[in-house]
């Protein structure tokens, strides 16, 4: 199967990545969690840690960290700069994955359905906007606008309910199911749709089903502006650490199972990550396309980018990668997951074009080169410093 893909050519236009493969001690990390077990494979993971170390000495970041597990083993965790285990930092639009699995919850316990129209539980959605799905919101189907328009941008709403009355009013800008338009309008509308639902507020609601469960004690949906408004913003304002996220992540790799517990339903996992687009148009220049230097029409679920495909059509590697840093991906074909969390000098990326967005992708890349480069007949006799996670 591995060897179907051109991972080097996956990359896009980030560009060729010329690795170094000397089997080095894979954990150069600074941090005490790093104990020697053994018994597992070392890996490699030079061309990772330069590859993140050379954005920082270009300015793009003042610190990073990064955490790879590979069949429950930690195989990298490395802190740059004065990053720490609790360095907290928002992470963009890889809320929008634990916003989904928010969701799912109330879907699992039959509170809401992946089928039901805003206009059930938004009355005030009286257009065609009324009538675009749960599912679409998620997926970015809905027709409602990506962002704010032209002249009109105000974030600074006292609640997710008044910000959805202002959303109420924007013209749609096609009709639900039709295309593809990647934003955050729609994932303010779920969100207040989710509190209507419950009767409880959506931070109050993603601590009980997501954050609580999983020990994510770091991570929070934040208000968009914390001075004048409490709104939170659901696709783009949650702040969270490596480890809290790593958590997550460990959930929706376990199939939703979290240290013995269901957090998620297999059927809520399934849902997220299958095909949400089907039919919808997807505009030439998508994420996937640049990302991945490959085009296909299936290149998201509930929450969560599908990048690279299967024969058969399942999704292999799934992430929700956000312009500010942070980096969250599951790689179901090598048995991994990871996180990259950092935070973008948004000045020195703009005026070098640089874009955390697109850069970010190269990540799993270099780890899965890493992972086959480290043949078993080749391995040192050091054994491995990893720990289960």
């Known amino acids: 199967m591995r060897?179907?893909?051109?991972?080097?050519?996956?990359?896009?236009?980030?560009?060729?990545?010329?690795?170094?493969g000397v089997f080095l001690d894979a954990c150069s990390i600074k941090s005490s969690h790093d104990t020697a077990q053994g018994g597992a494979v070392e890996y490699d993971f030079l061309s990772v840690n330069s590859q993140i170390q050379n954005w920082i000495d270009s300015g793009y970041y003042d610190g990073a960290s990064i955490l790879v597990v590979k069949d429950s083993q930690v195989v990298l965790e490395k802190y740059f700069g004065k990053y720490?285990?609790?360095?907290?930092?928002?992470?963009?639009?890889?809320?929008?994955?634990?916003?989904a699995a928010t969701i799912a919850t109330?879907?699992?316990?039959?509170r809401l359905s992946w089928n039901d129209s805003v206009a059930k539980w938004l009355p005030e959605f009286k257009d065609i906007k009324g009538k675009a799905t749960v599912r679409q919101l998620l997926s970015h189907t809905s027709g409602y606008p990506d962002y704010q328009p032209e002249g009109n941008h105000r974030d600074d709403y006292q609640s997710l309910e008044e910000?959805?009355?202002?959303?109420?009013n924007l013209p749609a800008d096609t009709m639900p199911g039709t295309k593809f338009q990647y934003g955050g309008l729609a994932m303010q509308v779920v969100g207040r749709i989710a509190e209507v639902a419950t009767g409880k507020k959506w931070e109050d609601l993603f601590q009980e089903k997501i954050a609580i469960p999983l020990n994510m004690t770091n991570t929070h949906f934040t208000p968009v502006d914390s001075t004048d408004g409490h709104n939170p913003m659901i696709g783009g304002g949650a702040r969270s650490t490596l480890h809290d996220y790593i958590h997550f992540l460990e959930m929706i790799a376990g199939n939703g199972i979290y240290k013995g517990k269901y957090i998620l339903s297999p059927e809520s996992i399934e849902a997220m990550q299958a095909d949400q687009v089907k039919e919808a148009i997807v505009p030439v220049g998508e994420y996937v396309e640049k990302a991945r230097a490959s085009k296909h029409t299936g290149i998201y679920g509930l929450g969560e980018w599908r990048e690279i495909l299967n024969d058969e059509g399942d999704a292999v590697l799934i992430s929700s990668p956000s312009w500010a840093g942070a980096y969250p991906w599951i790689d179901k074909e090598y048995g991994i997951y990871g996180f990259f969390i950092a935070h973008v000098n948004v000045g020195k990326?703009?005026?070098?074009?640089?874009?955390?967005?697109?850069?970010?992708?190269?990540?799993?890349?270099?780890?899965?080169?890493?992972?086959?480069?480290?043949?078993?007949?080749?391995?040192?006799?050091?054994g491995v410093v990893k720990k289960k996670y």
């Open 106 to 110: 109330l879907v699992a316990e039959r």
């Open 349 to 382: 990326a703009n005026r070098d074009k640089f874009s955390s967005f697109y850069a970010s992708p190269l990540l799993p890349i270099l780890v899965r080169n890493a992972i086959d480069s480290t043949e078993p007949s080749n391995l040192s006799s050091k």
């Open 84 to 99: 720490i285990p609790e360095t907290q930092v928002y992470i963009a639009s890889a809320g929008k994955w634990l916003a």
């Open 163 to 168: 910000a959805v009355k202002h959303i109420a």
């Open 3 to 20: 060897g179907r893909h051109s991972y080097i050519s996956s990359i896009g236009f980030i560009g060729i990545v010329i690795l170094i």
